[in-house]
């Protein structure tokens, strides 16, 4: 019986170890934690000119894609994407004057 | 089979089913009429397995019997039958239509090989107003495509959602959209592809005294039942186009027109271009308080002048004319809205006083 309960007090003063382990190494994976979190902050972050130079590439290339597809529908080509790239038959098309404006 | 009936009722159930007899050779059965005498009633059905109807006339069962009989010869022999009481008789796949003392025999297809209606029981129901839908057909249904290559737009959205009840239509030139609010007290859910064909035939054949059609509905089919008339027919698979995303949002002038002078102005100016080869071609001009409709050709030409109500800038814009007489034909409204941005963009047209209709057409670029 005092074997048994010996036994048990060792298991307690086991799993209080690890407990404290555990305790001590929360705050250190917090501040890992943090410094990935700031780490991915400061990689994504980019100048503010080169975020301008991003935008308008972007914006650029958009127009030139919108012109493109102007071009191709005023050739007599369907850009909506029901009949892309379809020859125009019977006049206009709806969906495509309408994709063309929204853009 | 033993019937005895009048040639009305046999004419009415002809006449009802015939336009589903299909017209390809593929099944010689599907040329026929199927016949049955079950209950006092002889029931009319025929389906070219795109679309079916079923109908049912009273008459005198002396024997219950079934038969399938070459759809052209029989309608045409029932429209020749005088008016006199008939008996049809049913011996050995050979029907014997007898009348005062003469008499007449057919010899029909195989029942066993004619193919079974679905009645789609157990699926989702719904009750829709006559008068209602019959309108929303004819207010949408001529902006359908006939182009069997773009298939989606060879027939009418039909959207029940809530309140409303949506039918749209387009050939991709022109749009019909029209609302209408009813009641939906299952919160009952549907939208699908009804092909033009079908809702021609509902339409025909919906009668003005009837107050309610019942539709039935699976995933591939809807069943519409009205008076003693059963119509099935598959939809139309595909994706319907985000239709909404071609309603203009706002626009630059207004035209406060009245319809019918309208309609006569734009018919006149029609007649000059009728050669049937080219799309009939008018121009609008808007100027201050005048709107000039002209059309000329080597025939001559014409410049018709209204007097209008307008907001807005002036505008110079081409329309196919069939685009615009087609819409005018079913507005009822004494005055109409048109209202376009400029010569490029659609033209939306509506009835004044009726927010729950619209329609657009695309201008026609001209030189």
């Known amino acids: 019986m005092s074997q048994l309960t010996q036994a048990l007090i060792e298991v307690e003063e086991r799993l ?55 071009r191709l529908y005023n050739e007599g080509f369907h850009v909506c994407h029901l009949h892309f790239g379809q020859p125009l038959e019977g006049g206009d098309c709806l969906f495509c004057t309408g994709f063309l404006m929204r853009d | 089979m033993k019937v005895n009936c009048s040639k009305d009722s046999l004419l009415t159930g ?19 009429i199927l016949v049955k005498a079950e209950d006092q009633h002889l029931i009319f059905e025929a389906t070219d397995l795109e679309m079916g109807i079923r109908c049912m006339v009273p008459a005198h069962i002396e024997k219950e019997g079934v038969t399938v009989l070459p759809a052209r010869i029989f309608s045409d022999l029932v429209r020749k039958l005088p008016e006199a009481p008939i008996e049809l008789e049913l011996e050995n ?36 107003p006559v008068d209602i839908f019959k309108n929303m057909i004819r ?12 298939p989606v ?6 959207q029940i959602e809530e309140s409303n009840l949506r039918v749209i239509a387009t050939d991709t030139h022109r749009l019909a959209y029209r609302i209408a609010e009813i009641s939906n007290p299952e919160n009952c859910k549907f939208q699908g592809i009804i092909p033009a064909k079908t809702l021609n035939e509902i339409y025909r054949l919906l009668r003005d005294d009837e107050e309610n059609l019942t539709i039935r509905f699976n995933e591939a089919q809807i069943l519409f039942q009205f008076g003693s008339v059963v119509l099935l027919s598959r939809l139309i698979e595909g994706q319907f186009p985000n239709y909404k995303q071609v309603i203009p949002q706002s626009c630059q002038t207004k035209l406060f027109l009245n319809t019918r002078l309208f309609q006569d102005s734009v018919e006149r100016a029609s007649l000059l271009a009728r050669d049937g080869n080219h799309p009939n071609i ?26 209008i109500k307008k907001e807005g800038n002036d505008v110079n814009i ?22 376009m941005s400029g010569s490029y963009s659609p033209g939306v047209i509506r009835p004044l006083d009726d927010p729950n209709y619209l329609y657009l057409a695309l201008p026609v670029r001209t030189s």
């Open chain 1, 16 to 70: 209080n170890s690890l407990l404290e382990e555990v305790q001590r190494l929360r705050p250190y994976v917090q501040s890992l934690e943090e410094e990935n979190a700031r780490l991915r902050r400061e990689l994504c972050a980019l100048p503010q000119q080169e975020t301008e130079r991003v935008i308008a590439n972007a914006q650029q290339i958009q127009g030139v894609a919108h012109d493109n597809l102007e």
């Open chain 2, 14 to 32: 002809v006449n009802t089913v015939l336009k589903a007899v299909s017209s390809k050779n593929t099944l010689p059965v599907l040329q026929g």
């Open chain 2, 93 to 128: 796949d050979i029907l014997k239509i007898n009348y005062y003392e003469s008499n007449l025999s057919l010899r029909g297809f195989d029942p066993d090989e004619f193919p079974l209606l679905p009645d789609l029981n157990g699926e989702e129901t719904f009750v829709l």
């Open chain 2, 139 to 150: 207010q949408t249904i001529f902006a359908c495509s006939t182009e069997e290559s773009r």
């Open chain 2, 153 to 158: 737009f060879t027939g009418c959205l039909l």
């Open chain 2, 282 to 307: 008018i121009k609008l001009s808007v100027e201050s308080e005048r709107l000039s409709i002209d059309q000329s050709s080597d025939l001559g030409e014409i410049s018709e002048i209204m007097n």
């Open chain 2, 318 to 339: 081409a329309f196919n004319s069939k685009y615009l007489l087609d819409v005018l034909k079913v507005i009822e409204s004494e005055e109409v809205l048109v209202e």
